[in-house]
């Protein structure tokens, strides 16, 4: 079993960055395949992007491709996502998770979240 929890989200405007982090309990951390997800006020949750346990294997959304960044420090159970270029619709919560399918895009196939970081993006 894992315990997640993000940091790092705030409020910033277009154009600008953010940095989120993932901190993660146990010591099997590197034995899971982890993802970011956000979720919008009124809309369902959308998958951002997902790294391999190595994090040799990365996957995006179509949206965030070439703006967002994740990886993964396994000797310090933490997951990022590098945000840049930020728009106003990246506003959201997002949350980490963690599974055993690899780079799923899938909220369902992921078995332990976080409880989520407010991002707020202005225009």
């Known amino acids: 079993q894992v315990q997640l929890v993000e940091s790092g989200g705030g409020l910033v405007q277009a154009g600008g960055s953010l940095r989120l982090s993932c901190a993660a309990s146990?010591?099997?951390?590197?034995?899971?395949?982890m993802a970011w997800f956000r979720q919008a006020p009124g809309k369902e949750r959308e998958f951002v992007a997902a790294?391999?346990?190595?994090?040799?294997?990365?996957r995006y959304a179509v949206s965030v491709k070439g703006r967002f960044t994740i990886s993964r420090d396994n000797a310090m159970n933490t997951l990022y996502l590098q945000m840049n270029s930020l728009k106003p619709e990246d506003t959201a919560v997002y949350y980490c998770?963690?599974?055993?399918?690899?780079?799923?895009?899938?909220?369902?196939?992921?078995?332990?979240w976080g409880q989520g970081t407010q991002v707020t993006v202005s225009s």
């Open positions: 998770a963690a599974g055993t399918y690899l780079t799923s895009t899938y909220y369902r196939q992921y078995d332990y």
């Open positions: 146990g010591r099997t951390f590197s034995t899971y395949h």
């Open positions: 790294i391999s346990g190595s994090g040799g294997t990365v």
